[in-house]
DNA sequence: GATAGGTTGTCACCTCATTGTCATTTTTGA
DNA sequence: TCAAAAATGACAATGAGGTGACAACCTATC
């Protein structure tokens, strides 16, 4: 039941929107600057994901191993073990994983290099957390099945959500998030009648209440660029006195 | 029986229709400061919910047990039990029932960890009531089998009370939204004799007061739309001098 | 049984809440 | 700072359903 709940909008920008229940996942993070490591921590709990720390790279490999993490985030400069070793090693383990190093901007880094060694991407420091959460996310992203995409597709309509793309009898549609995340509901609660109340918490969020006509509006976006014929629409209908339905 | 009368018509705005007499269900407060259980109890029951409170963990844990409610909403400091462990236990007794974790702002919360305990979701204090009612929705709604579809039959009758849709003898039937609700009312209550003052309270609400001509008319369109002889109803039955009574 | 008084069925009208739509303002992000 | 997106507000269009009139019906009492 959990997992379903980390189901995420992964093109929605978390920062403002309402947390969602459950952990997106587990970054392990290898640091050995402890202030740093509070840091990162923060940054990613804030971002819903589970954290766990390794102050050298002995102990990251060991969590990694017991662990098996969704993304490591790596500092290249470790005792003991070298973050270019654990570089190497983590990516005989599971090449999938995708790692993010991190690296002073003092250092002179070898990008090449780097990414030889099996890194996915690196972040210079000083980050924002914005940038560094920014190109986890995405590394995941990537890793996760790049060939299966997820495309919805009813009527002539052709939606992916992954990379928010939408055509309409071949053609490209541009839509914005809100209204890929409100489709997005739609189909997942297809046939069903949800209230303009139930849209604006599950699509707007929880703490934030804008006009019901809001809801309108979108549908209506939606309903011009998605419909053949808006004024008549076929897909996503009106339910007087209730609310709105999606039928494919 | 009463699990479905608990299945709650979500297409109804319920923010400003008035209560519908029969609780959606218990809500089990864990909750030590009087003045926020009153708070708690005041914005359940005006969603429709029937509450009970406990003082402490272990009054909590004695409460969940007798009264299995539909779902927990536990703030996390407590005296004799905390609530991290109360969250623990509750999670071993019955997996499947959402808990809500209250916290203050103050708490540096760990959401991870909550999320650890079982939690299937928390509120930070001070909150508003729409968002915690909304978000205690979301998690029984996420809870309840979500493909499992509420059809009603009776006759040669299939409604769906989720996707607002009705067929009699496999052809469909439109019906408005005061039609299914009041439909909905009936099949709850089936075999059971309902007054115009009744169903005007459960159906229309309580500070809404339509001529009681209004109810006649409603249930002269569902025989219309429902009965095979609309004269000579069948189900939909007048008691005289006492109201409807709904036989399937 | 017959009648009276209250109760219910039925219809058409009309009100008004709900929704569609557009223009404008506000917010957000680059 | 500017441009795009989203929210808001206003107004029109729509249709559900409340209202009231009247007929039909039921029950009780004589």
């Not at 990414?115 to 996760?144: C, H, M, N």
Request: proline share 6%; glycine share 4%.
């Amino acid at each position: 039941m959990m997992a379903e709940m980390t189901e995420d909008m992964d093109f929605v920008d978390e920062t403002d929107a309402p947390a969602p229940a459950a952990s997106l996942g587990t970054i392990l993070v290898v640091e050995d600057d402890p202030r740093m490591q509070k840091v990162l921590r923060r940054v990613f709990v804030e971002e819903h994901y589970s954290v766990i720390v390794a102050g050298d790279g002995q102990a990251g490999l060991d969590l990694f191993r017991s662990e098996r993490p969704l993304a490591v985030v790596l500092d290249l400069i470790l005792p003991h073990i070298s973050g270019r070793e654990l570089c190497q090693k983590l990516k005989t383990i599971a090449p999938d994983t995708p790692i993010i190093v991190l690296s002073a901007i003092t250092e002179v880094v070898d990008k090449v290099l780097l990414l030889e060694l099996g890194a996915d991407d690196y972040v210079t420091k000083p980050f924002s957390p914005r940038e560094l959460t920014a190109r986890v996310q995405a590394a995941i992203r990537r890793q996760r099945k790049p060939t299966a995409p997820s495309v919805y597709r009813f009527a002539d309509c052709e939606i992916d959500f992954q990379k928010m793309s939408a055509r309409r009898s071949g053609r490209a549609v541009v839509l914005t998030a809100h209204e890929f995340k409100l489709l997005k509901f739609f189909t997942e609660n297809a046939e069903r009648v949800l209230t303009r109340e139930r849209l604006l918490n599950e699509v707007w969020g929880y703490n934030f209440y804008p006009t019901t006509r809001t809801v309108d509006n979108q549908i209506l976006k939606l309903r011009q660029k998605l419909e053949p014929d808006p004024a008549n629409p076929q897909h996503l209908l009106t339910i007087y006195g209730a609310g709105y339905k999606f039928v494919p």
